[in-house]
């Protein structure tokens, strides 16, 4: 790394010559092996880049020169060239976040890890710097082909071209995927630009066949200059990012580094909006990357670094349960079908897709669009099932509200990934849905917390056809098999008070939100330990708010909810509504997680911190017990 070690921040690439940026191009490529095999992260994105950061930092001045990268997962090279080459800790407690961080440097701008927006704070800082007087300032907004599939997206360009005087530099990264392969017809396109010979090209060969016809040949040659325009649609249609009065620059090779900086160079120089549009390889240089189908390792665990291959194989995680039992009610069910936005594979769907690929939907990056076509779907009479990150329905509430929920129609939310999910930091815990759902009139909310619940539960919603429904588990591996040892109304009875019946008063009833139940059946068995008596439920459907709830609140002396959603409007919020509603004046104490940015790190790290385990749950209502002095002597 004799290299990569001299390189403390961007200008320190100045001095390199072009034999020397190739071999740092190598050793960048090298280090991300090593490094992130030991760790995890996001591999084949960066792996892909490599050039492209380096020519963008060789061309513009950050931070001066505001660099802004959609999603950030490509984001690592920055950070190498940025002065942040300690990935030991990479996503982990105390270590690098595995997006841009504005906490850990100047040049880090934005910190979204959502897809489609970065065009959107390129025209505000860009409409800024020209409020401002900074007009020497562009703004290099660095956004993948599949990113372009989302529609906030598109609403900046329109809003982008308008503005024909702002250095707005749009580094479109094409490598023909977001996860998996990019699909639709912005795909198609941008397909065709890659694909094609290039109007430079053509003119080029016209210009010197044309010139040596006798007489009419330069006539011609003008004649073929003067309809550059209509050529250009038929030679390689980059027309329709001109007609919204953006100058376009490309394809360019993503991995010349001399080609890269003198079309950013270009751009940088034009004074207004310029799309310069780059074809990368994901993965490009490590082998295992490239010969991966699926998502070219975009992102990996820990692995070995000559093979690709998992350093330890991991039980059976709650993502591929749901995957299994697609494909099983698919079978069952001709109307049953599938949608994705662009994560086929990461919530499970692959399979599902690979038997009925005519049941199969990946609307691209476009979540209010998988929504509003749900509906459009159950209109029509077929039920489908659309599976998303949780964190990521935020952006579809109000298709949820009213398309899907207005019209009382069939549509079953599957949300992957609810609850704090850890490493990829603040924006990727799925913290939010049970909150924002309850608002929603009619609509039905799942919380399995096993496998089996999973596949009941699934079952249970997509039966539902008066109303949206919703099944959410969080990540990672699924853990063992929680029993139920009786049932009060819907609700499952996971633990009885010592030496009674599911009815006999006790001190305290746990309501056991999901993937809560071993936690929560931990805290009841120290209780018990500290002669505090209790009753575990788990509601399975957490909204409505099951009828049986507050008669059986009523025989116990305190009530407390246990939920990985943020405490603010979440299941504790509706239960405590339903025991109003229902006159049972028992005190309620909700747990769940703070409204707060979880910083990075594991999932268990950040339930510990949050005070979501056996230990703390149990400590925290023996207080409350105490305090009341209700506990049996």
Avoid at 389 to 399: K, M, P, V
């Amino acid at each position: 790394m004799a290299l990569l070690t001299r390189i403390r921040g961007p200008r320190d690439l100045d001095r390199l010559t072009p034999a020397q940026l190739s071999a740092l191009a190598e050793e960048i490529r090298g280090f991300l092996v090593e490094e992130v095999s030991k760790t995890g992260g996001h591999l084949g994105p960066n792996l892909g880049v490599v050039e492209l950061t380096l020519a963008m930092h060789r061309v513009f001045d950050s931070p001066r020169d505001r660099i802004l990268f959609d999603t950030g997962h490509q984001s690592y090279v920055h950070k190498l060239l940025t002065g942040r080459q300690d990935f030991s800790r990479l996503k982990m407690k105390g270590g690098l976040s595995g997006y841009p961080s504005r906490s850990e440097s100047e040049h880090d701008v934005i910190e979204n890890s959502h897809a489609s927006t970065v065009l959107g704070y390129a025209d505000g800082l860009a409409k800024a710097n020209k409020i401002q007087g900074h007009k020497d300032r562009p703004v290099v907004a660095v956004i993948g082909d599949g990113a372009l599939t989302g529609g906030m997206a598109w609403e900046a360009l329109n809003n982008i071209a308008d503005s024909r005087d702002l250095p707005i530099v749009i580094v479109v990264n094409d490598n023909e995927r977001s996860y998996s392969p990019t699909i639709g017809g912005l795909a198609n396109h941008l397909s065709t630009l890659r694909t094609t010979q290039g109007y430079e090209r053509f003119l080029s060969w016209g210009k010197d066949a044309l010139q040596r016809t006798p007489v009419v040949g330069q006539a011609m040659f003008d004649t073929l200059h003067g309809a550059k325009k209509g050529l250009k649609d038929f030679i390689a249609p980059q027309g329709m990012f001109e007609d919204l009065g953006l100058k376009y620059i490309g394809p360019i090779d993503g991995h010349d580094l001399q080609a890269l900086e003198s079309a950013f160079t270009k751009a940088r120089g034009f004074g207004g909006p310029v799309i310069v549009h780059c074809i990368t390889e994901k993965g490009r240089g490590y082998h295992a990357a490239e010969n991966n189908d699926e998502d070219r390792f975009h992102a990996v665990g820990v692995i070995h670094p000559d093979t690709g291959l998992p350093v330890k194989t991991s039980g059976k995680d709650w993502t591929s349960v749901f995957g299994e039992e697609m494909v099983a009610l698919g079978r069952e069910r001709r109307d049953l079908v599938a949608i994705t936005a662009a994560m086929l594979h990461p919530v499970g769907l692959a399979p599902f897709a690979k038997a009925y690929p005519e049941r199969t939907f990946d609307v691209g990056i476009a979540e209010q669009h998988a929504a509003v076509c749900a509906a459009g779907l159950a209109t029509n009479g077929l039920h489908p099932v659309v599976a998303v990150y949780a964190t990521f329905l935020n952006r579809a509430f109000d298709q949820v509200l009213m398309d899907v929920a207005l019209h009382r129609l069939g549509v079953t939310f599957v949300l992957d990934r609810a609850g704090v999910t850890g490493t990829d930091g603040a924006s990727h815990n799925g913290m939010w849905d049970m909150s924002i759902l309850q608002v929603v009139p009619g609509l039905r909310l799942a919380a399995p917390r096993d496998a089996e619940q999973v596949r009941l539960q699934l079952r249970e919603a997509v039966e539902v056809t008066d109303a949206p429904t919703v099944v959410r588990y969080s990540k990672g591996n699924v853990g063992p098999a929680v029993p139920a040892v009786g049932q009060v109304g819907g609700m499952d009875v996971l633990r009885r008070s010592e030496g009674g019946s599911a009815d006999e008063a006790a001190d305290v009833l746990i309501v056991s939100v999901g993937a809560m139940a071993p936690i929560c059946l931990e805290a009841a068995e120290l209780l018990a330990g500290r002669g505090v008596t209790s009753t575990v439920v788990d509601p399975r459907w957490v909204k409505p708010v099951d009828a049986a709830l507050p008669g059986l609140a009523a025989q116990h002396r305190l009530v407390v909810t246990v939920e990985d959603n943020g405490r603010a409007g979440g299941v504790g919020s509706a239960i405590a509504q339903a025991l109003r509603d229902a006159d049972v004046d028992v005190p309620l104490r909700d747990f769940g997680i703070p409204q707060e940015f979880l910083d990075h790190a594991s999932r268990a790290e950040i339930m510990a911190e949050i005070g979501l385990t056996g230990p703390a749950v149990a400590e925290k209502i023996e207080a409350l017990v105490s305090a009341r002095s209700f506990a049996r002597s």
